[in-house]
């Protein structure tokens, strides 16, 4: 249920609040208990609408309704899907000698809130199962984020507006040695832009190469500052290597 609608109040939206399972038409009405008469109310949503029909309950809201009503009729194939892989997943894992266990995402949020910690992705992590019952984590404690950017596109080539081509495919994705997303360290010697650069390269098949500069500690220590530079050409003016 919560998959299906996203983990919110179906009517107002509201996140992050106990949500509770709503008869779309009302027991009382002669609704039933299947799925798809199912949905998941926040507990101010629910009490007003309260054995009202969703048409009446909703008639300010008509986009709302519209956009329930198509939902109801989503099937579970896929949450079915997800959630038989999950167990063939844990059984395989059973067969070999492994200390499997498994628990409920509902079991997680209970060691968390009971431990009174904020919620986010790797805090829950911490907070899986037995173990994650009583874990220590410090406030200072602040987990790595990086940005994956990858190594170019597969984009064939550019597209205008109107989704025609722009530009001709690309022919090579290696120049030079050196491929999209690659870090570089170039040494300019001669010219306007003499210097060393370290960042992430982007390859142009003519052979001038853009550097992306990021700040990080080292760079800074190192006198980089953030930001672009433009044309650089691994030729007699610059030396260009990869450093990771
Ligand atoms: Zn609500």
Redesign the pocket.
């Known amino acids: 249920m919560l998959e299906k609608w996203g983990r919110q109040?179906?009517?107002?939206?509201?996140k992050n609040?106990p949500l509770e399972i709503e008869h779309i038409k009302p027991k009382s009405k002669g609704g039933s208990n299947r799925v798809s008469n199912l949905t998941i109310?926040?507990?101010?949503?629910?009490e007003k609408k309260g054995n009202r029909s969703i048409e009446d309950f909703l008639k300010r809201k008509p986009f709302v309704l519209k956009r329930i009503k198509a939902q109801t009729k989503k099937s579970l194939k896929d949450t079915a899907a997800v959630n038989a892989t999950r167990y063939a997943i844990g059984n395989a894992l059973k067969t070999f000698d492994l200390h499997v266990t498994c628990w409920s995402g509902g079991r997680t949020k209970f060691n968390r809130t009971q431990q009174k910690y904020p919620k986010d992705h790797w805090i829950d992590a911490a907070c899986v199962g037995e173990t994650g019952a009583n874990v220590f984590i410090p406030k200072t404690l602040k987990p790595l984020t990086i940005t994956a950017v990858g190594h170019g596109s597969r984009q064939m080539c550019r597209v205008d507006q109107y989704g025609f081509p722009r530009t001709t495919a690309k022919k090579q994705k290696v120049v030079k040695g050196f491929q999209t997303g690659d870090i570089v360290k170039a040494v300019v010697t001669k010219g306007k832009k003499i210097g060393t650069y370290i960042g992430r390269v982007a390859v142009r098949t003519s052979g001038f190469f853009n550097i992306e500069r990021f700040v990080t500690s080292f760079l800074r220590k190192m006198g980089q500052r953030r930001g672009l530079v433009g044309n650089i050409a691994n030729d007699y003016k610059a030396l260009m290597v990869t450093v990771i």
Do not use: E, L
């Open positions: 109040c179906t009517y107002c939206g509201a609040v109310a926040c507990r101010k949503c629910n």
